[in-house]
Nanobody, 124 residues
Framework: QVQLVESGGGLVQAGGSLRLSCAAS????????MGWFRQAPGKEREFVAT????????YYADSVKGRGTISRDDAKNTVYLQMNSLKPEDTAVYYC?????????????????WGQGTQVTVSS
């Protein structure tokens, strides 16, 4: 089982940027497609972005398309989520997740391992 630890969250003003990191240990990430999800207070967890094992395909939720970029550095066993032009509605706990196997998934139920989350708060 791979262990995941997110970092990089914080308080930022609307229009600002953050880069979230997800560091893995226990196993190499090269066997996993990776995803970012978020959960705002009182709301269900939602998909944000995913990247396939080779890093050649990325998919985004409509809410972050054009503002978010998911990337991976398997040499560092780390996945990133760059978020620009942040909005107050981006405020949430952001979770990194790993899915063993090929392809990608937008469903959290298909992911095998999860991090503890990092808080992102965007002030207006």
């Amino acid at each position: 089982q791979v262990q995941l630890v997110e970092s990089g969250g914080g308080l930022v003003q609307a229009g600002g940027s953050l880069r979230l990191s997800c560091a893995a240990s226990g196993r190499t990430l090269s066997s996993y497609s990776m995803g970012w999800f978020r959960q705002a207070p009182g709301k269900e967890r939602e998909f944000v972005a995913t990247i396939n094992r080779s890093g050649t395909s990325q998919y985004y939720a409509d809410s972050v398309k054009g503002r978010g970029t998911i990337s991976r550095d398997d040499a560092k066993n780390t996945v990133y989520l760059q978020m620009n032009s942040l909005k107050p509605e981006d405020t949430a706990v952001y979770y990194c997740a790993a899915r063993l196997g090929f392809g990608v998934s937008f469903s959290g139920y298909e992911y095998n391992s999860w991090g503890q989350g990092t808080q992102v708060t965007v002030s207006s």
